[in-house]
């Protein structure tokens, strides 16, 4: 066939039909760009004039280099981005901190084209200087390949399934074969010049400089029908894969086969832009630059019906190659083809449906109207046929022969025979139940036979034969208007005004926290497959996925313009969903990438003290305290609707909501520290994935524990020696009667006992490593006690209240070292002022009980001390040791006689099989 008649039946079919929302992306600059890629970030890399450029969403950084001019191709491997220069330069570029890790003149030819092969080998493609091989691990230079191809001027390269690598050339196709680096040739193509190439799971498509693209199949064959011509002088920019069938770019606009492979129908644009450049992102998102140096952005979830009609669309349906607008002056034939819309009647249309092979369509005042697929009336419902009002707003299909139908004034059951288009009432449901003015707003019918009917303003009602269950409140809060019902694998989810989405699940209901907007209801559900809901409102579409209870809003993609949607208006057709919003009608396509692929968060730079620092750094001195993190989200899409939560774990006890990309933490104090940031495209952070960064501020040594040891050391060494020195004074005094001596030798002994010191030290340790508060009062209390025993040395006799204080400072000390094992109770202390007492009495007899009994916190010691009216008493339970301590008897010998001598009476002693107990007289005066 000549080309100009290939053209001719083609062409007709892209005059209009559906075009993409592109936006123009701002970029800091203009660039000219030549290829784009994105890598495991998901920042987006542009081959541009100027240099190579990365791209966040939020701002574009060049990384330029005097060498490095006008990058023609790039190509990401691991952790480095490879890029082919116009001059023959290869250079490799690291993606943790973009510097430069390889610069190689591989040609004096333009570089087109970059893949691997054989894991550690590139084959570098240019146009005039034939194909490279370039050993990533080697330092060798690379190595020419022309010698097995036939061509020198190349243009792309791809890899197939088997790992053979296609060559599109100036003088055909070929395959080279990295097993045994032969090369075939593809005979019998169309055209010799090839200039892009794009690899689905099923078929080869290749576009000729300016006669159209062609497939070819899994056996190598060229498949003639497929070939698709663009126009006339129209030359091929580039060719892409979305969803296995070619999207393709020109000087004429942007095109894209059907999927039945008959038309290229789509996406005509502004042709001033001369679009060249395509890329496809991870979010789906089509990124186009042109010829004058602009970049365009588009969601190829959305295209829109490029028309122009004037009546407002109530209602839609898509059927093959056309859609049917119902609107209030009339039902209307739009051919996507691009012929002009055909008035079918001028009846004011409600709602519309295909049911098997014929078509239905509600009005408002002229009832129920079924049609042929040829548009021929084969019947009309109306009052005069038993329906309660002719004002239809909605209807159902059940099985072979139910049929529902909503007005309103009620709902009315029909068995209808389609084969000869004949009424007969249904016992199903009994009109007179649904008469006033209780509207049903729609009808549903679920997988179990049971009708849903969702009423104006008081909730739902479910329907079986003989039998109707109202649902007006759940748990306790009323339902309100229910707008849509979609049935969905076993669940039935609910819009309702007060609730908004409700899903019902094993005969319970449950409210959706996350999709409750009571000021901006959702008109229509729409159930799509792998447990997706479509959900509709004035703003815009919201996608929601049960499983994971994660949603994404569609509002600036679709260029939505506020305005409130008539109700289930929509028509799902394959696997795409035609709606109207604002009078516009959209197609949306739910193809099988996610579309609730989540926003990802990345840390890109830490400063501590206004310095930036690397990642891998961990620890930090306690001057460098001041610290401040950017982050940023990644998503393409509208970077803009992103809400960060991030949180310093070690510091904040809840996660900070910014809009902003910058966290500051002056002065953090020392300590262990997880810096966590995420972000998310809707209000509520449901299960986004975090970025972290730990670190640790260190203590000075002057702030550590083992400041405090050595500190603590400096004043036991101190006291030591202070003690020390005393005692050899007061050896030196011979004026001391003997008791006297006898318990300054007791005090020396206690205070220089080892035992006593090291089980002190012992404790002293544990505090430290438990608490520098606890030690540092524990070392206090050590330093009070040395010192209280040296001031009361040389006494006879002190102040009970100073004996009191001795003993308090002994059994913190002892408290501390044996916890719940011991414990002192001291009764009546406020008898204390008027009573005197020989020193250390009372530490020594709570020495002595310790010494002689057993401490453990299963079986606590219980010292009580009872100060009476002339005397005190000294008890603890007894615990007798395992086995017998070696005893001075200086202890109770020595108190006994020091009060015999000064004459203050006799001190008592009691045993009993679990007591032991001692009874000291006081005296009021010295």
Not at 185 to 199: K, V
Not at 326 to 336: A, Q, R, T
Not at 665 to 677: A, M, N, S, W
Not at 869 to 887: A, C, G
């Amino acid at each position: 066939m000549k080309w100009w008649l290939i053209n001719c039946l083609f062409f007709p079919g892209i005059l209009i039909a559906q075009k993409l929302i592109l936006t123009e992306v701002n970029l800091s600059n203009q660039y000219f760009i030549n290829d784009i890629v994105q890598d495991k970030r998901s920042l987006l890399w542009f081959a541009t004039t100027e240099g190579l450029v990365y791209y966040n969403g939020f701002e574009d950084i060049l990384i330029s280099n005097p060498n490095l001019n006008n990058p023609q191709c790039l190509f990401i491997h691991e952790n480095i981005i490879y890029s082919g220069y116009q001059n023959g330069y290869l250079a490799g570029w690291s993606l943790d901190d973009y510097s430069l890790m390889l610069i190689d003149s591989i040609s004096d030819k333009r570089i087109t084209d970059i893949e691997i092969y054989a894991r550690r080998k590139l084959l570098i493609a240019t146009y005039g200087d034939g194909i490279f091989s370039y050993d990533m691990k080697s330092e060798g230079s690379a190595t020419s390949m022309s010698s097995i191809l036939p061509d020198a001027y190349i243009y792309q390269m791809d890899l197939t399934q088997n790992q053979d690598i296609l060559i599109s050339t100036d003088n055909g196709l070929f395959k080279f074969n990295t097993n045994n680096n032969q090369i075939s040739r593809f005979e019998d193509l169309p055209d010799q010049l090839i200039t892009h190439l794009a690899i689905s799971d099923s078929r080869i498509w290749a576009s000729t400089y300016d006669q159209g693209i062609f497939s070819i199949s899994n056996h190598n064959q060229v498949d003639q029908a497929r070939f698709v011509p663009v126009k006339s002088d129209g030359i091929i920019n580039d060719l892409i894969l979305f969803n296995d069938y070619p999207l393709i770019s020109t000087d004429d606009g942007l095109f894209m086969l059907n999927k039945d492979l008959s038309d290229t129908n789509y996406y005509a644009q502004d042709v001033r832009n001369k679009y060249t450049t395509l890329f496809i992102d991870v979010e789906n998102n089509l990124w186009v630059a042109d010829r004058n140096g602009g970049l365009w952005k588009s969601s190829l979830y959305f295209s829109k019906l490029d028309y122009s009609f004037s009546d407002n669309i109530q209602s839609i349906l898509k059927l093959p190659n056309v859609v049917l607008l119902g609107g209030e002056n009339g039902l209307y034939e739009f051919d996507l083809k691009g012929n002009a819309q055909r008035p079918l009647n001028h009846y004011n249309v409600t709602c519309l449906n295909m049911i098997g092979n014929l078509i239905y369509f509600g009005t408002y005042n002229s009832g129920l109207f079924v049609l042929n697929k040829n548009y021929e009336e084969l019947i009309r419902l109306n009052q005069s046929s038993g329906l309660p009002d002719n004002a239809i707003l909605s209807f159902e299909h059940h099985g072979d022969s139910l049929l529902f139908v909503s007005t309103l004034a009620g709902i009315a059951a029909y068995n209808l025979d389609v084969n000869t288009m004949r009424l007969t009432n249904s016992d199903f449901i009994s009109v007179d139940s649904f008469s006033g003015l209780d509207y049903i707003l729609n009808l549903k019918m679920d997988s179990h036979g049971n009708l849903w009917a969702g009423k104006d303003r008081t909730g739902l009602s479910k329907h079986v034969i003989g039998n109707t269950t109202q649902f007006e409140n759940i748990n306790g809060e009323k339902i309100g208007s229910v707008f849509s019902i979609a049935p969905s694998n076993n669940n039935i989810w609910f819009s309702s005004s007060n609730l908004g989405i409700i899903k019902y699940m094993d005969d319970q209901f449950s409210v959706i926290e996350n999709l409750n907007n009571k000021d901006d209801p959702f008109t229509s559900i729409i159930p799509l497959p792998d447990s997706h809901l479509m959900l509709i409102n004035k703003r815009g579409v919201e996608l929601y996925k049960d499983e994971q209870q994660i949603s994404r809003r569609f509002d600036q993609e679709g260029e939505f313009i506020e305005e409130e949607p008539f109700l289930n208006n929509y028509s799902i057709y394959n696997d795409e969903v035609w709606f109207v919003h604002n009078n516009e009608v959209y197609k949306f396509r739910n193809d099988p990438v996610n579309p609730l692929l989540q926003p990802t968060t990345q840390i890109e730079r830490i400063e501590v003290n206004i310095d930036v620092v690397d990642r891998e750094q961990k620890k930090f001195k306690q001057s460098q305290n001041n610290f401040k993190f950017n982050f940023s989200g990644r998503w393409l899409t509208d970077p803009g609707k992103l809400t960060y939560a991030y949180q310093l774990v070690g510091h904040d006890e809840n996660w900070r909501l910014t809009k902003d990309r910058t966290a500051v933490y002056p002065k953090l104090p020392p300590g262990d520290y997880t810096f966590k940031v995420k972000s998310t495209i809707n209000s509520f952070f449901k299960n986004e994935p975090e970025s972290t960064f730990d670190f640790k501020i260190k203590r000075a040594f002057v702030n550590s524990i083992w400041f405090y040891l050595f500190l603590a050391t400096i004043l036991f060494l101190i006291v030591y020696r202070w003690n020390k020195q005393m005692q050899d004074e007061k050896l030196l005094k011979a004026s001391l009667q003997k008791n006297q001596i006898e318990t300054q030798l007791i005090n020396l002994k206690a205070q220089l006992n080892p035992h006593f010191l090291f089980n002190s030290f012992n404790t002293l340790s544990g505090l430290i490593d438990e608490s520098v508060g606890a030690s540092k009062s524990f070392i206090e209390n050590l330093s009070d006690f040395y010192r209280l025993m040296l001031e009361v040395g040389d006494e006879r006799l002190i102040p009970l209240e100073k004996e009191l204080a001795i003993l308090k400072a002994y059994n913190y000390l002892i408290k501390e070292r044996f916890r719940n094992g011991y414990d002192l109770i001291i009764l009546n202390e406020t008898l204390k002022p008027i009573f005197y007492i020989p020193p250390l009495v009372l530490q020594m007899l709570v020495e002595n009980a310790l010494k002689h009994n057993q401490v453990s916190s299963a079986n606590p010691l219980i010292i009580r001390i009872s100060i009476q009216e002339d005397s005190i008493e000294v008890k603890n339970n007894l615990i007798p040791k395992n086995f017998i301590t070696p005893s001075t008897g200086y202890g109770l010998n020595n108190i006994i006689s020091r009060f015999k001598i000064l004459g203050l009476g006799e001190v008592v002693l009691n045993k009993s099989e679990e007591y032991f107990s001692v009874l000291i007289p006081l005296t009021k005066s010295i």
